[in-house]
């Protein structure tokens, strides 16, 4: 299987299942589009036709290339076979039982009351509360009991927000490291924040312990300001924007990410980019509104068409910026294309449910934080375990292959399938599929490979 667009000025032909990425010329392009569907001379016939009048295109030029689009074909570089569907079944299977990462809500409490907020304003349709030492403890102690030989160990500190159980979220850090050499671990943290309150103690701790922080900022102040405000009414981006640059330029400008959401108010996002930009911010992120249907944040066909174009117009900022020696980095633009992610990881997913859960204040386990309060998918518990193994199954049987509609689907192999939780709330199961989260993810690998092909090209 074969994807093919225009975008940049080049000729992209992606091979699917190989991996391999080709810029052609404008024949080779046409040819590549014709070579399954109609028998060699009748694709010569039909390109010389279409070139007679470019004199500098010769019949012979147009069979050399058919035959080096054959040879590449020889070689499992164009319209190479699916030869992972086999493997589906059988690869989380290898790692059953085994969890590489928590994510700890710290905290279902907030001190802030955006309006789109997934979590019901951090207490995910619950009641307020916050994790205590007792219980994020036995959370470690549960998640290496469970990670079997792996070393590498995640934990995500979520909320609500957070540093709202600040006390807490150190003693646990101190805990992890005092027993992580005995254990034969090595713990990577994150943490997400509104901001609110960051104060020297923060950065400093964030700085030494966290390997990520993720800061909150929907870009352009009137946006912010329209949806992330406190119990009265009033926005944060004053109070928070001087407190993140203070903390990314301690951080020496990496390992944080400005994460933000665009609705309904902003599809235009890039002027929300080009604001964090102006502010000093260069590791950037902005995710569409997860929200129900008739949400007034909800994002709208029209409002669709709009992101797709500002996807693009971000690709070209992103070039323009690095031919002006300013890069930045937009996290869904960040791919590998000579590696990438292993072929487990291509086909299986993210691991929610199974090698990721989320744990609530109470120490109840879920398949990820969207689903915290969804109490058909409680898993268990952090003293019982996984005791509901037939939900747990479900989100093992969650790979790429497990969906009918990704099966003809050129991006299936870099998205994994998609999103679980997304799935769940546009279609009533998790193995279904979000389908404007798939527009926008294919437009988006289509302008990240895009960049990267430019960026190679343009250091050649």
Known sequence: MIHQYKLGGYNIVLDICSGSVHVVDDVAYDIIELFEKFPK????????????????????????????????????????????????????????????????????????????????????????????????????????????????????????????????????????????????????????????????????????????????????????????????????????????????????????????????????????????????????????????????????PEDITVVMEQYEKLAELMLKKQKEGKPFTFYHYMIDLTGGPCIYKRISGCGSGTEYMAVTPWGDLYPCHQFVGKEEFKLGNIYDGVTNLAVQNSFKECNVYARKECADCWARLYCSGGCAANAYNATGSVKGIYKTGCDLFKKRMECAIMVQIATTLGEE
């Open 41 to 300: 001379d009748a694709v010569i016939e039909q390109i010389t036709e279409k070139y007679k009048d470019n004199s500098e295109i010769s019949p012979a030029d147009i069979l050399e290339c058919y035959e080096q689009i054959e040879q590449l074909k020889s070689t499992g570089k164009l319209f190479s076979p699916d030869t992972f569907k086999s493997m589906a079944g059988t690869l989380k299977e290898k790692t059953a039982g085994v969890v590489k990462a928590l994510c700890l809500h710290i905290a279902h409490t907030c001190n802030l009351n955006c309006e789109y907020c997934f979590a019901s304003q951090g207490k995910y349709k619950g009641e307020r509360a916050i994790m205590s030492f007792e219980v994020g403890k036995r959370a470690f102690d549960w998640l290496i009991e469970n990670s079997g030989t792996r070393k590498n160990l995640e934990v995500d500190f979520f909320g609500g927000e957070p540093l709202m159980n600040f006390e807490v979220v150190k003693q646990l850090v101190a805990y992890a490291r005092s027993i992580e050499k005995q254990k034969g671990k090595n713990f990577r943290f994150t943490l997400t924040t509104n901001g609110l309150l960051i104060d020297d103690d923060v950065i400093e701790f964030a700085n030494k312990e966290m390997s990520n922080v993720v800061l909150s900022l929907d870009g352009r102040k009137e946006i912010h300001d329209r949806y992330r405000v406190d119990y009265n009414g009033v926005g944060s981006f004053d109070k928070i924007v001087p407190k993140f640059q203070k903390l990314v330029k301690a951080r020496g400008g990496k390992n944080y990410y400005m994460r933000g959401t665009f609705t309904h108010a902003n599809p235009d996002f890039l002027k929300d980019i080009e604001v964090m930009l102006d502010l000093g911010f260069n590791e950037l992120s902005m995710e569409p509104v997860v929200c129900a249907a008739g949400d007034p944040s909800e994002l709208t």
